[in-house]
C-alpha cells in the first residue's frame, strides 16, 4: 500500500494520476497547504523541503518526495508507463526532465505574477507567458504525428499534462497548438488520468482508495 501525501495541485496530481493508470492501492492523505500542513515536523521528517507530494510504500519503508523521483519510482514498482525498451526509457526520461526543469517552473512563476503578485509588472509577466509559450510549443512539435510524447502513454505524458492543461490559468492560449490541444483531451479521455486529476477532492481530509473504489475518512 502506498500513502501519498498530496495536495489538488499539478504537482500533487501527477502521483494520483499515476497511481490511478497503474491501479495501485494507496491511501490519499490530503495536505492543507493554506494551513502550512507541509512545514509542520511531521511532514519535513519525510520532505525536508516542505512540499508536496510525498510518498510512504509501506512494502518496503521507502519514503520519497519530489515527484519526478516518485513517477520513476511508480513506473519500475509496476512495470508501466516507461518504455518499452532503453532508448525509450532515456527519451521519457529526457521529457520528464523537460517538464521538471522548464515547464512546471516557468508556470508556476506565470501563475504567481499573473494572479497572485499584489503588483502588476507587465514585463515580468510577458517574460514568463511567452517562455511557457515557448515550452508548450516545443511540445507541440513534439506530438506532431504521434498521440504521446514518446512512443506510448508513459510518464512523461503524466508528468506534463497536469501542467500543460492549466495553461489559462496562467494566461497562455494554445489555439494556435492544434497537436498540443487534441493531446490534453486525449488524456483527459483516459478515465484513470481523469480521476486523478480530481484527486484530492475539495474539502475531504482522507480518502481510501481501492480498486476503484474511494472510502472518504473524515
Same mark, same amino acid.
Given at each position: 500500500m502506498i500513502d501519498l501525501y498530496t495536495a489538488a495541485t499539478p504537482n500533487g496530481h501527477k502521483i494520483s494520476i499515476a497511481l490511478e493508470? @497503474?491501479?495501485?492501492p494507496y491511501h490519499l492523505i490530503n495536505i492543507d497547504?493554506? $494551513? +502550512?500542513?507541509?512545514?509542520?515536523?511531521? *511532514? =519535513?521528517?519525510?520532505n525536508p523541503n516542505g512540499r508536496i507530494p510525498v510518498i510512504v510504500d509501506s512494502d518496503n519503508g521507502m519514503t520519497l518526495f519530489e515527484s519526478g523521483a516518485i513517477l520513476i519510482y511508480l513506473a519500475e514498482k509496476s512495470g508501466l508507463f516507461y518504455g518499452?525498451?532503453?532508448?525509450?526509457?532515456?527519451? =521519457?526520461?529526457?521529457?520528464? @526532465? *523537460?517538464?521538471?526543469? +522548464?515547464? +512546471?517552473?516557468? @508556470?508556476g512563476q506565470a501563475n504567481v505574477f499573473h494572479r497572485y503578485f499584489p503588483e502588476r509588472i507587465e514585463p515580468v509577466i510577458d517574460r514568463y507567458q511567452n517562455e511557457v509559450k515557448r515550452l508548450l510549443t516545443i511540445i507541440d512539435s513534439q506530438l506532431e504525428n504521434q498521440d504521446y510524447l514518446v512512443g506510448d502513454f508513459s510518464i512523461a505524458d503524466i508528468s506534463t499534462w497536469p501542467w500543460a492543461k492549466t495553461h489559462a490559468w496562467s494566461g497562455v492560449d494554445i489555439e494556435d497548438l492544434p497537436n498540443l490541444k487534441k493531446w490534453i483531451d486525449r488524456i483527459y479521455a483516459r478515465p484513470?488520468?481523469?480521476k486523478g486529476s480530481k484527486l484530492p477532492p475539495r $474539502?475531504?481530509?482522507?480518502?481510501?482508495?481501492? +480498486? $476503484?473504489?474511494? =472510502? =472518504?475518512?473524515?
Open positions: 493508470e @497503474m491501479a495501485i497547504l493554506l $494551513g +502550512g500542513e507541509q512545514k509542520q515536523e511531521s *511532514f =519535513i521528517k519525510m518499452n525498451d532503453d532508448a525509450e526509457k532515456y527519451q =521519457i526520461l529526457q521529457w520528464l @526532465m *523537460f517538464q521538471k526543469s +522548464g515547464l +512546471g517552473p516557468m @508556470m484513470a488520468s481523469l $474539502g475531504t481530509e482522507e480518502q481510501v482508495v481501492k +480498486g $476503484g473504489q474511494s =472510502i =472518504i475518512q473524515k
